[in-house]
């Protein structure tokens, strides 16, 4: 009976890939070149290995396909994966085989007078048997998967730390390529720190990178670092909306190979504890002014113990009101009523303590690099 069947092996595996085709549309292209023809081969040697096993052993390991058909049935389910394919398609094939080839073989199967326990127990092996090459073809398809997604993330952690370490923008545009990535107009960096930053990627664009690097010098030294593609104009407000309580600095948007720009200014940011609120993200761009006055601390001490001198002899209540009262002169261009309300004095106080500074200063007062410097100095308190 093995024999019979084995002589119309061939013409099962060409209805087999012919039903497939027809029943199952996923196929209809794949099997139309050589695929098909190879596919056709597949059959006649899965069937062909449960035939020798039922002829030879029978019993239960007539259900354990031999090593080449679950080699063959493991790299199915791994080609179904490389081709992006999900495993529906051929677990339908699997179930149509499985159809046609009891169909086929059952009827060789009565007309050879096997008995009605021998045809279940035949049909029981059977269907385990496919059972079986489906089980390893999808093991194939989730290995694979599992592999590829492995390799990619490889890619991507290697594209991430390259843009964080300033790399070339040649050598990061082949590493984006090879990481399967396609660059956004710009990128702009988020910190967080690390222990917060759990299923934020959900609510970000998809092409989001993001590496853990530790920051000195902040209480949470361990910190994400969020990569986001085209977080500009409009689409900046909402980014830092919903990271707000979340303790995140958001760098500058920059073009996507000088984003280590905006890496930095948001490191500098959290260090110079411009930090946020429990309520609110930190924008960069909205501090601009501090990061420039507080990116060299002593020099600015100095520069202030410098344009501050002529009111070194002053007791120190006096030295503060004049200080206060020339900060307020600078930041509002001399106009004295406004000054006064600023400081809830009357205006004639004002025009006094002016008169003391301008005798302190003398026609430095008129000079513009000394106003600037007045104004770097005093414009930070």
Not at 162 to 187: F, K, M, T, Y
Not at 326 to 345: D, K, M, N, P, Q
């Amino acid at each position: 009976m093995a024999e019979a069947m084995r002589s119309v092996l061939a013409s099962v595996a060409e209805r087999t890939v012919a039903a497939i085709v027809a029943e199952v549309p996923a196929y209809t292209e794949v099997f139309t070149d050589g695929t098909g023809l190879k596919i056709e081969n597949a059959v006649q040697l899965a069937l062909g290995g449960f035939l020798e096993l039922t002829a030879g052993a029978g019993g239960a390991v007539a259900s354990t396909p031999m090593v080449p058909a679950l080699d063959g049935a493991y790299q199915l389910g791994a080609g179904e994966a490389r081709s992006g394919r999900s495993m529906d398609a051929l677990q339908a094939a699997y179930r149509v085989g499985a159809r046609i080839a009891w169909r086929e073989l059952s009827t060789i199967a009565t007309s050879g007078d096997l008995s009605p326990g021998g045809m279940a127990r035949f049909a029981e092996l059977l269907f385990a048997y496919i059972d079986q090459l489906s089980a390893i073809s999808v093991a194939g398809h989730a290995d694979e998967l599992a592999t590829t997604g492995r390799v990619r993330q490889q890619y991507l952690d290697r594209l991430t730390h390259g843009l964080l370490a300033g790399d070339h923008p040649d050598d990061l545009v082949v590493a984006a390529e090879r990481a399967g990535w396609e660059p956004p107009r710009s990128l702009t960096a988020v910190i967080i720190p690390e222990a917060r930053a759990r299923g934020v990627l959900v609510r970000l664009d998809p092409r989001t990178l993001q590496a853990v690097e530790s920051v000195p010098d902040l209480p949470d030294d361990r910190m994400a670092v969020l990569l986001v593609p085209d977080a500009e104009g409009p689409f900046r407000g909402s980014l830092a909306a919903g990271l707000a309580g979340l303790g995140a600095v958001l760098g500058p948007a920059r073009p996507w190979t000088g984003v280590r720009a905006s890496y930095l200014r948001a490191q500098r940011a959290a260090r110079l504890g411009l930090g946020p609120t429990a309520e609110t993200t930190l924008d960069t761009e909205q501090c601009l002014a501090d990061l420039v006055l507080r990116s060299d601390p002593e020099a600015l001490d100095d520069l202030r113990a410098q344009v501050l001198a002529p009111l070194d002899g002053l007791r120190a209540p006096q030295r503060a009101k004049l200080a206060e009262t020339l900060r307020s002169w600078l930041l509002h261009h001399g106009r004295r009523e406004e000054i006064a309300a600023e400081l809830f004095v009357h205006p004639q106080t004002i025009r006094y303590r002016m008169g003391q500074l301008r005798e302190l200063y003398g026609s430095r007062l008129d000079d513009p690099r000394t106003v600037l410097e007045l104004t770097i100095a005093l414009g930070s308190e």
